[in-house]
């Protein structure tokens, strides 16, 4: 047995070849940092974790969710691993929502922008149990429908809904159902249909069945006569036109301009644990939102949204309202450059308003969602992160003059003349002649 000496270590290797493999370690290390990112290597620069589940429904406002996973922007923010799944209802989201993805379910998703906080208030959940929820940024401003059955052609149907009243009485004088279909109870497509018909003088709950149908089921559901009008977002509406089935009545944007519809929410215990890599998720949506509005890449938006493993409908059927052409499917009612083209960036469309949010809430009082005197701004606190896309903004250089400078973009006034002031939204419901609440 070799006895050990001065250059010898206990287990038997010297102090040179301890050091030559020290320095050989160094330099491999130094070369990785050359062709690696800092953050890879700086324990805790990076996020936390390098993927996450998050959901989406086949609608042209999940576009930058479609974007950021096609064109690596999550990997460029460390999150290479970012698993964007297909999911068959917005009810189907919400149940994904409270398991997470440690119960194989998601941990964020593209959602109608009420549903984080009815989940959050345990309003729409199994047994009423909170799941807290956080709005992270919105994904985009107006560019719903509402279109209406083949059957109404000869109304020519637009953004007032009077004449709409006497037909629907008179199909239900001959003893037959009539119906509205929306996405999900609470959510953006319902109270766009619901605002839209008692602006008419239709009481939506009375008047009319409401009905759940998920977008991808839309057409069908029309095309066979299960309702009389549905809304929806793209593609479904423009693929109604294109089948001849029906036709669009209004957009949204004509019912309130640059409205909020979409936004990024994410389970707050993701978000709590998880907190750079929430930050990495959300500012890979928002370069994929900068990208998604430029007029140049309309074409490659539309290619990547009508793919198989996204929203899987033909280009034609999502391009033209895209790119801001409006084919109302009524003759000699075709818009060019609409104005109520979906906005994913412009005119501050990423950032989640809280006033916008407080209509939402104030919506879903009227409707009977929440109690009357509900606290909507101390759940607004909980829910609406925009401190941290506000931080997020800052990290990516985004410009001061696409930053707002305030949580409320003021008073809010819609087709009919209403006007929602967020300083006060009681006189608000005061006005509205048609509700389930007394104020």
Known sequence: MT???????????SRRQLLKAASGAAALLAAAKLNLPAGAFAQGAGPEVKGAKLGFIALSDAGPLFVAKDKGIFAKYGMPDV???????????????????????????????????????????QNNQ????????????DSQCISVAGEYADLKLGVDATPFKAALEKKKASGKAVKAAMTFPGGTHDLWIRYWLAAGGI?????IETIVVPPPQMVANMKVGTMDCFCVGEPWNLQLIHQRIGYTAVTTGEIWNKHPEKSF??????????????????????????????????????????KRQWMNCPVED?????????????????????????????????????????????????????EAGFDTKALIAKVNREDMWREAAKEMGVPASEIPTS??????????????DPENPSAYLKSLSIKRVDV
């Not at 593209?110 to 989940?119: A, G």
């Not at 906005?343 to 939402?360: G, I, T």
Request: net charge positive; aromatic share 12%; hydrophobic share 35%.
């Open 265 to 306: 929410g994410m389970r707050a215990a993701f978000v709590d644990k998880y907190p750079k890599a929430a930050k990495a998720l959300l500012m890979a949506v928002m370069e994929a939102q900068q990208w998604s509005d430029k007029a140049e890449n309309k074409q490659e938006l539309a290619s990547i949204m009508g």
């Open 83 to 125: 698993d964007v799944q297909k999911q068959a209802s917005w009810g189907t989201t919400r149940d994904n929502l409270v398991l997470g993805s440690e119960g194989n379910g998601i941990d964020g998703a593209h959602i109608l922008t009420p549903m984080p906080y009815l989940i959050s208030a345990g309003k729409v959940t």
């Open 407 to 420: 949580t409320s973009r003021g008073k809010e006034t819609f087709f009919d003349g209403k006007v929602f």
């Open 203 to 207: 009481d939506p709950d009375k008047d």
């Open 130 to 141: 909170p799941t807290p929820m956080y709005i992270l940024a919105r994904l985009n401003l």
């Open 318 to 370: 999502v391009y033209d309202r895209t790119a801001g052409k409006f084919d109302y499917g009524i003759p000699g009612k075709v818009v060019e450059n609409s104005p109520h083209v979906m906005k994913y960036w412009r005119d501050f469309a990423s950032y989640p308003f809280q006033s916008h949010d407080l209509w939402f809430l104030t919506e879903d009082i009227r409707w009977g969602k929440y």
């Open 3 to 13: 006895k050990p000496t001065k250059e010898t270590c206990r287990y038997g290797v």
